[in-house]
């Protein structure tokens, strides 16, 4: 029985680095902000029947 403590608590351990690294990435790293053009045909903005 104290090795499955032992399993769980390493389990634990690992999901909860692992989410804090989440949270880090989440809170702290803010993407560069670009502009992006896509040209539309003209084709799409005419009603289709």
Same mark, same amino acid.
Request: hydrophobic residues 50%; aromatic residues 14%.
């Given at each position: 029985? !104290? %090795?499955?403590?032992? @399993?769980? *608590? @390493?389990?634990?351990?690992?999901?909860?680095?692992? &989410?804090?690294?989440?949270? *880090?990435?989440? /809170?702290? &790293?803010? !993407? =560069? /902000?670009?502009?992006?053009?896509? =040209?539309? =045909? =003209?084709?799409?903005? %005419?009603?289709?029947?």
């Amino acid at each position: 029985m !104290p %090795s499955l403590f032992r @399993f769980l *608590a @390493f389990v634990a351990i690992v999901v909860g680095a692992i &989410y804090g690294g989440m949270l *880090a990435l989440a /809170q702290f &790293y803010d !993407p =560069p /902000q670009r502009e992006i053009t896509v =040209p539309v =045909p =003209p084709d799409r903005f %005419s009603k289709q029947r």
